[in-house]
């Protein structure tokens, strides 16, 4: 097992330690859940005002010229393009992702005529299969949502898909799909993929251009630091771009939307997935957001994520053992996103024993505590550190306490 002057050598050395002061981060607190919310930049804050004071306050209506407040949802999916290996013009942020997978789910059904299937795992996001449901449910022509297991996926793929639907990774266990396999699968069956890239994106290398993938989906709260409630983005491929019919028809996603003309016609290219006014404030904080992601090498990104992950799950087991933990993550790091799970039966209540204790991860049912590596900001002292307080807390049994067995609303 890594020891802690071992962490410490590691954290003198780590090529991404200087992005740490570009983000706030309270005393005291070990935080392992930027795969839920992402530490806030503090590049943000400064951005927010000027926004407010200077370009609402002072510029008013005249701002969505003069501070280009009109071309943040293509300026902020430009940002997003290189770290999912897509290019310019290819990504617009907009909307939820919940709302963008509805949109794109429905563009490809339509480019797909005749055929009925959506495929996904039945693992999946379960917002992304409720989604689904709507869809189908809502067009009424007979479509059928089939969920299968993941290791079913490849057979599962045949001539009756129209589309296959996944999550990069799982945000239960961080399984991570292979994307280049699967899109070629679904390809040679004629079907189109689109994928959700909310745990990944930020989180490690995604090649969507180099896997050949078609439609893709991710929102900008987590690994990318944008907010609670941060504005989503989508992805479609340039070839498909024009056979995109957008369901949701709004004003911004047409040819000329300042015209006024009666009838819908959708712009050229990306913008056509746009719908209404884009939410300025939330949208200038993802911009800023993103701004030091250009000069990450994601290589190095991918390099220290997978040290936490293995740092952290060596030094779980080695002090937990006998302690009723076990893994649910792949144990092969290739096989994994940026983040470990790990089951309890008390699960629940442990992660709130933690969080008292400093050491922020989250809970998801039935009995997964889950941890989250941010290799933008997080130290290997501190992913040490929190493995050390799962063992004392699993060790002391301090999670059995009845306000930590009691569930709050958001877990």
Known sequence: MVDRKQCEELDRNDPLGRFRERFLLPEGVLYLDGNS???????????????????WGWGLIRSWNSAHWIDLPRRVGDKIAPLIGAHPGEVVAADSTSVNLFKLLCAALEIVPGRRVILSEAGNF?????????VRDLLRQGHELRLVEAEGLLDAIDETVAVLMLTQVD???GYR???????????RKGALTLWDLSHSAGAMPVDLDGSGADL????GYKYLNGGPGAPAYLYVRRALQDRVRPPLSGWMGHRE???FTAGYAPAKGIARNLCGTPPVLAM?????ALDLWAEVDMAALRAKSVVLAELFIATVEECCAGLGITLASPREAEQRGSQVSFRHAQGYAVMQALIAAGVIGDFR??????FGFTPLYLRHIEVFDAALAVAEILREERWNRAEYLRRAVVT
Do not use: S, W
């Open 126 to 134: 379960p917002t992304d299969l409720y989604v689904a449901e709507g």
């Open 365 to 370: 049912a039935p009995d997964l505590i889950r």
């Open 37 to 55: 919310l992402g530490a806030l930049p503090k590049a943000v804050p400064e951005r927010l005002r000027e926004v407010v004071e200077r370009e």
């Open 284 to 288: 200038a904080a993802l911009d800023a």
């Open 177 to 187: 799909h292979d994307m280049a396999a699967l899109t070629a699968a679904a390809h």
């Open 171 to 173: 945000f239960r266990t």
């Open 257 to 259: 939307p300042f015209a």
């Open 216 to 219: 893709a989906v991710g929102c």
